[in-house]
């Protein structure tokens, strides 16, 4: 890879917009379970916009190098889970608040990238002639590309993406033990389980509704 071919600029933007994406993910759990009276995000600061409270070596670091020079289409990854006592929130207010608190992250992504594509598209930026403009555009973008990702990718239900524990609470709501327990089996080998999904056509089922969501808010 050549660098003195890349647009440093585009670079720190899709990895600003990467980390909006990753990070407040996370912050987004933290506070919905905050408001379900779990001070243990907070206590811990993890509710702060600092990314250095937020970054995972592996999933912030390591893992978006690594697609970034081999040119991967976007760049993918996570930052550390935010701390949820979900036992103290289930006990006060029931499974629905555990869904909340699983799905908050998603809604977050998924609201976020619906917002950015109402004002790229609601003509504010005009011709969008002037450099900046095309910088900020440029931005957008890639904010929403990331969110979009991001937000479909952690509905999968297998753990320990957030659909699975929505899922399992959904399920627990109903009376249903047999697929909360079937995850909990099987949540050791949850990350091989992706990779070998994403490493076969399975992972159409991810890209399939990625690309649709995406063409809706990009055109």
Not at 199 to 206: C, E, G, I, Y
């Given at each position: 890879m050549n660098f003195s071919d890349q647009n440093m600029s585009a670079i720190f933007l899709k990895v600003f917009a990467f980390l909006i994406a990753i990070i407040g993910h996370e912050i987004m759990h933290g506070y919905v379970a905050f408001r379900y009276g779990d001070d243990t995000a907070k206590k811990m600061?993890?509710?702060?916009i600092n990314p250095l409270k937020h970054i995972d070596p592996v999933g912030s670091i390591l893992i978006p190098l690594i697609l970034f020079f081999v040119q991967a289409p976007f760049l993918f990854g996570w930052a550390k889970p935010v701390p949820v006592n979900m036992n103290l929130i289930i006990q006060r207010w029931g499974y629905g608040a555990?869904?909340?608190?699983?799905?908050?992250?998603?809604?977050?992504?998924?609201?976020?990238a619906l917002m950015i594509s109402g004002i790229l598209f609601s003509g504010v930026f005009g011709s969008a002639s002037e450099g900046w403009m095309q910088i900020l555009i440029l931005f957008f973008v890639q904010l929403i590309i990331y969110n979009v990702v991001l937000g479909i990718f952690n509905l999968w239900p297998i753990p320990p993406l957030d659909g699975s524990q929505a899922l399992s609470f959904l399920c627990l709501k109903m009376g249903i033990q047999g697929i909360p327990k079937f995850f909990y089996q099987i949540s050791p080998y949850g990350m091989i389980i992706l990779l070998i999904i994403l490493?076969?056509?399975?992972?159409?089922?991810?890209f399939y509704?990625?690309?649709?969501?995406?063409?809706?808010?990009?055109?």
């Open positions: 600061g993890r509710l702060s555990g869904i909340a608190v699983s799905l908050a992250g998603v809604a977050y992504n998924l609201i976020l490493a076969t056509p399975l992972s159409q089922v991810f509704p990625t690309q649709f969501l995406l063409r809706f808010l990009l055109t």
